[in-house]
Structures are given as C-alpha cells and as structure tokens.
C-alpha cells in the first residue's frame, strides 16, 4: 500500500463511527431509527472500540454518552471494559430535548479543552436511543464554539444530514429546532462577548404563545392547552432541580377550547 492510500485509510474512521468534524466521532447507529436489542449493544460497541483501539491510544479519546438516566447504564458499563470511563449527559431536561445551560458549557469546554491538548486527541460521541434529538443540538453547539461552523442554522442542518428524515421529530413530540436555534445564538455570543459566556440566569417573561396550527387532541379537531414552566426555585439557589414555576390553572377561565375550524 502506497504512503498516500495509508494516511488515506488511516484518516477514515473505522466502521460504524462517523467523524462529524475533524477529531469528532460518533456512532453512527445514534443517526438510525434501529433500536439495538441489549444483548446487540456490547457486541456492536465492543467490535468499534477494537477496532479504534487497534489505532489510537485509549488516552487520546475522551468519551461522552448522552444515556437515559439509568443508573447502571449498560452503555457505560461496556466503555468500563475497556478502561474507558464514559462523561454522560442526559437525553432531555423535563422532556425537552435540551440541556440547561450549565450543562451545555460543562460539554463546551470539556470538549474544547481536550482537543486543544492534542491534534491527536479525539472526541467519541454515543447517544443512547430516543436522544438523537438532544446529539444533534450538542454536536451543532460544539461547531459553532469551536468556529468550525459560523452559521447557527447551517451547523444545525449539517448534523441533521447526518440522520434519515424525521428521525429528530420521530422522538420529540414538538419541532425541537426553534428552541435549538435560540440556544444556538447563545453559544454563537460567547466569540463576540466571552465575559458573558455563560450567560446569567435571567427572570422569563412570558408574554404569549403562538400556536400556528391547533392539534387536534380531542379527536373533534381542537385542545385545551395547559401551558408548564420548569427551571430551578429562584428561592432556592443551592438547589438546582427543576421545580414547576407555573402551571395554568385549570378551571375554565383559563383551559378554553381551541378549534381548527
């Protein structure tokens, strides 16, 4: 084999990881609507790791896996043998698929930092399922925080590439973009003011919501709908837990009845 087809080969991922963006690997089965069985996972993860192992060194990569909540989490016990201890993240918060803010810089700059150790160091991505969502907006954050993509819609869409249509909006019952725009931005201020990154909490005002379409809950083309704020107690500053904030009161001055007719 000639010295341009081994840097050639050695550049390809191998099989079954998809390199987003230079030193950036996923798995690519995070992009397919197929669930793996759980006697299918340590088999499928354990034969990438081999063969990632069999060409770079295990202190080159930082993992993270964005998992379910579980405690013993399957996924994280199959990097644990392999020497390799998995940094995991949620899938959603409060079934939104987001992550707060701390959590987002937590990954920035963990990512940022490993990569700036070494143009030999590597990111290995995993989305356990139904968290594809929550993968696309992290992997569109990072390229935006590492300049690699300007644009905050082009870095969103670039990912989506990534997976089958509807694949986002097959596990998110709501069209996640727009809050994933938003957020978007406010990783893209962090290059125009970086004493402002990360941005302080802020007190919401809700002024109305838009609802563009009316679901059809109730079988007759209409709903009711109950609106939910979460976030954590602004009475309680050491405690970050999401409480509920506001919740419309159901009584019929507030729940009323919208058609699409």
């Not at 016990?77 to 998995?86: E, K, L, P, T, V």
């Not at 869409?157 to 973009?177: F, Q, R």
């Not at 954590?232 to 409480?243: Q, T």
Request: proline fraction near 8%.
């Amino acid at each position: 084999m000639s010295l341009y087809f081994r840097r050639l080969f050695n550049r390809r991922p191998p099989a079954g990881l998809v390199e987003i963006s230079s030193n950036i690997l996923v798995f690519d089965h995070c992009f397919s609507t197929d669930m793996l069985e759980e006697d299918e996972l340590k088999p499928y993860i354990g034969g990438i790791l081999k063969q990632l192992l069999a060409r770079y060194s295990i202190d080159s990569l930082m993992v993270f896996n964005f998992e379910g909540g579980k405690k013993n989490n399957q996924t994280a016990r199959i990097f644990s043998g392999y020497n390799m201890s998995a940094m995991g993240y949620p899938r959603n918060y409060e079934g939104c698929p987001l992550l707060t803010l701390e959590m987002i810089h937590h990954f920035l700059r963990s990512s940022e930092s490993w990569l700036s150790l070494s143009q030999d160091n590597y990111l290995l991505i995993h989305s356990e399922h139904g968290g594809c969502p929550v993968l696309a907006f992290a992997l569109a954050a990072l390229l935006v925080y590492l300049r690699r993509c300007k644009d905050e819609r082009k870095a969103l869409e670039m990912i989506h590439k990534y997976a089958p249509p509807g694949l986002v909006e097959l596990y998110s019952p709501l069209d996640p973009a727009p809050s994933h725009l938003r957020y978007l931005k406010y990783v893209s201020r962090r290059h125009k003011s970086p004493e402002l990154w990360p941005p302080a909490d802020r007190t919401l005002n809700l002024n109305c919501a838009i609802i563009r379409t009316v679901p059809n809950f109730d079988g007759e083309g209409g709903c009711r709908p109950i609106f939910r704020i979460y976030g954590p107690d602004p009475l309680a500053p050491h405690d970050s837990s999401a409480k509920v904030l506001f919740s419309t009161p159901k009584t019929d001055d507030f729940v009323q009845l919208y058609t699409q007719v």
